[in-house]
């Protein structure tokens, strides 16, 4: 039986990945005492006792449990920003690359995608392997999200009612998600990013607008990323929808993508919608989980 420590247990996405964790029988969960959930000797004894620990912390508390795991063989999931384009750490998008499962499987220290980061890289990385978006390229990504993403400080402002019915922010640029898309999607570019966030708990879509020219169809861009996603269970490619809803997959491990556009006007946009807290977060970081404890992909998902 696999030992799991969920470090940060009692966060928004900690409490979700214990949830799917839950019912497993071939995973025992370790846990600390509440009260102690912050105290370093009291963390580094569960890592101790932990084949893979889980981090659902802010990203200063993930690098100190790095520095506090020192010398023990524990295995890491992170799924904060503090290593995601660290170059000893392996990212955990399954789907990304045909040998990223078995990069995944073999991993001491895993990082869990952000989840913007999900569906911009879902979208961008096929297309840019495929010659379909040049790596330097001018891009834009626009991207709505349920207000859950923000973690429990923004949770508590909508819960009380304190915070707008939407608002666009993140706009100077400085996106922490920034740097892995630029990674993992092969840009030499910084993408244009501008996310926001509805009344809505969770739930995403983000959206890349392209023009089209005479390489570059819709029909080109959907068969590259039917192609790519081919055999996926949780990544599909599906028709367009006239109303792309951030909800849909909520709950779900799942991604959806959408090429969207009118060939007349040269102008299209592709979509990815997903369950922040899903693919987007927990559901990503128990998919990662089985395949570094080489159970099936799916369970508990
Ligand atoms: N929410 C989302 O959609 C996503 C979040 N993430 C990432 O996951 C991580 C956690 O985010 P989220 O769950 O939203 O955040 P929350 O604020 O909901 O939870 C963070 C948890 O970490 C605990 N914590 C803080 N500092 C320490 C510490 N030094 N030692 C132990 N525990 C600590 C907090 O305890 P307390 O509240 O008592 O201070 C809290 O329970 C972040 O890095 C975030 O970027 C990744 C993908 C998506
Ligand atoms: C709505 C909202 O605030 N979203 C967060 C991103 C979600 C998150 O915490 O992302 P990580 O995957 O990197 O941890 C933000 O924009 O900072």
Redesign the pocket.
């Given at each position: 039986m696999a030992k799991v420590f969920i470090d940060g247990e009692a966060g928004t996405?900690g409490l979700q990945i214990r949830d799917r964790l839950l019912g497993r029988t071939d995973i025992e969960l370790i846990q600390i005492d509440a009260a102690r959930r912050k105290d370093a000797d009291a963390r580094r004894e569960a890592y101790a006792s932990a084949d893979v620990a889980i981090l659902c912390l802010p990203d200063a508390a993930a690098k100190e449990s790095v520095a506090l795991a020192q010398g023990l063989d524990t295995r890491f999931i992170d799924?904060?920003?503090a290593h995601?384009v660290a170059p000893d750490w392996v990212y955990g998008f399954a789907e990304l690359t045909p040998d990223a499962r078995q990069a995944i499987a073999t991993a001491q220290y895993v990082s869990?995608?952000?989840?913007?980061?999900t569906g911009a890289i879902a979208i961008l990385a096929p297309l840019v392997k495929a010659g379909l978006i040049a790596a330097d390229e001018a891009l834009s990504i626009n991207a709505i999200?349920?207000?859950?993403?923000?973690?429990k400080e923004?949770i508590g402002e909508y819960e009380r009612g304190e915070a707008p019915a939407a608002f666009v922010?993140?706009l100077a640029q400085k996106?922490?998600?920034l740097p892995e898309i630029v990674k993992y999607a092969g840009l030499a570019a910084r993408p244009v990013f501008a996310?926001s966030?509805g009344n809505f708990a969770q739930g995403m879509a983000v959206q890349v607008p392209l023009h089209l020219n005479a390489s570059r169809s819709l029909g080109a861009l959907h068969d590259a990323l039917v192609q790519h996603y081919a055999g996926q269970d949780f990544v599909t490619v599906i028709d367009p929808e006239a109303r792309v809803v951030p909800t849909k997959l909520n709950n779900s491990n799942r991604l959806e993508l959408s090429v969207h556009g009118d060939a007349e006007n040269g102008c299209a946009v592709l979509v990815a919608v997903l369950d922040?807290l899903g693919k987007?977060?927990s559901g990503a970081a128990v998919q990662n989980l089985n395949i570094m404890l080489g159970s099936d992909e799916g369970t508990g998902l």
């Open positions: 996405t799924a904060s920003t995601r869990n995608p952000g989840c913007y980061a999200s349920g207000y859950s993403g923000g973690g923004l922010y993140a996106h922490k998600h996310p966030v922040n987007g977060a």
